[in-house]
């Protein structure tokens, strides 16, 4: 590893490795992972200060040589995620330096970590999440209680944007009472959702079928013994539904949730009003809806116009 550094630096290096290995527990992929981001650092320092580094010359090493060297991983084509990647082995590597009184570098501290970006939410088509409704359970020797409790469940998802957690903790006291009702989301911070009178007549439905009576403080969804259904279960159900339905892999309970906010703000809906139905603590969670939905349009630009150089007129 690092044969070009000096030998008192490739000594160092042999020495991290070896307490990876004993005292870290660290996995031979770690091990092979994080010996690649040093070796690459090394190599990228040779050639940016014109000669092979030995361990003192790290300690002369500025905030400046860091971000150069972050900056020319990203022009070779590396991604913001092996960019944190490669920093996280780089800083274990001193970190190992400093605890073993080898040498102290404050300066890596202060590089700050690249940071990738979040994918887009990926919600169903408005036909899509309408077949999932009406679709719901009703799969071959199934209960028909179940099948109306899976309705119910993918129903609440989509009509009121629920997290799938959310929805699967729900108690009984907590249903709807005059169109409206208590979630309690992330951080337990509870906010009112208005419930349409379709998911509600889901709910009554499945309710009225169910054979597990429970009290106020019993779970709304229920497993076939009649304890709060698992989440597990939730997600086989709807890979189930994907199936029968020819949907694609990313239609997910979650994206039920996407669905719902990305068809609302197609809808004209309301920033802040989705924000606050969804339960996101920042306006810039929420934000992400309006990149689907320019993402969309675009799509659509580029498929229709006439002007469009992918779609040249004939």
């Known amino acids: 590893m690092a044969g070009t550094a000096a030998p008192d630096l490739r ?39 014109g000669g092979p580094p030995a361990l003192a010359d790290l300690g002369d090493l500025r905030l400046s040589d860091f971000r150069a060297w972050l900056a020319w ?43 990738a970006a979040r994918p887009l939410p990926r919600p169903l088509t408005p036909d899509q999440a309408r077949a999932v409704v009406e679709a719901g359970g009703g799969r071959t020797g199934e209960a028909a209680w179940v099948a109306a409790r899976d309705r119910a469940l993918f129903t609440l998802l989509y009509g009121c944007g629920l997290r799938l957690g959310e929805a699967l903790g729900l108690d009984r006291r907590d249903l709807p009472r005059d169109g409206v009702m208590t979630v309690t989301g992330k951080g337990r911070k509870q906010r009112q959702v208005p419930v349409l009178p379709a998911v509600g007549r889901a709910l009554q439905a499945y309710l009225s079928l169910c054979p597990h009576a429970r009290g106020e403080d019993g779970p709304v969804f229920v497993g076939v013994r009649g304890g709060r259904l698992d989440r597990a279960v939730a ?80």
């Open 11 to 49: 000594d160092a290096l042999a020495a991290w490795m070896r307490w990876l290995a004993s005292e870290k527990r660290a996995s031979a992929h770690t091990l092979g992972a994080y010996a690649g981001d040093v070796d690459g650092f090394l190599g990228f320092l040779t050639g940016h200060r």
């Open 235 to 314: 997600e086989r159900q709807m890979r189930h539904l994907r199936s029968a339905l020819g949907l694609p892999d990313d239609a997910t309970p979650h994206a039920l949730r996407h669905s719902f906010a990305t068809h609302l703000l197609c809808e004209g809906g309301d920033l802040r009003a989705i924000q606050e139905l969804l339960g996101h603590s920042s306006l810039s969670t929420t934000q992400r809806y309006t990149d689907v939905d320019s993402e969309r349009l675009l799509a659509v630009y580029r498929s229709a116009h006439p002007r469009d150089r992918r779609n040249p007129p004939r």
């Open 73 to 115: 991983r990203a022009r070779s084509g590396t991604g913001a995620a092996s960019r944190a990647r490669n920093l996280s082995g780089l800083r274990s590597f001193f970190h190992f330096l400093d605890r073993t009184g080898r040498l102290h570098l404050p300066a890596l501290q202060a590089v700050r970590t690249p940071r």
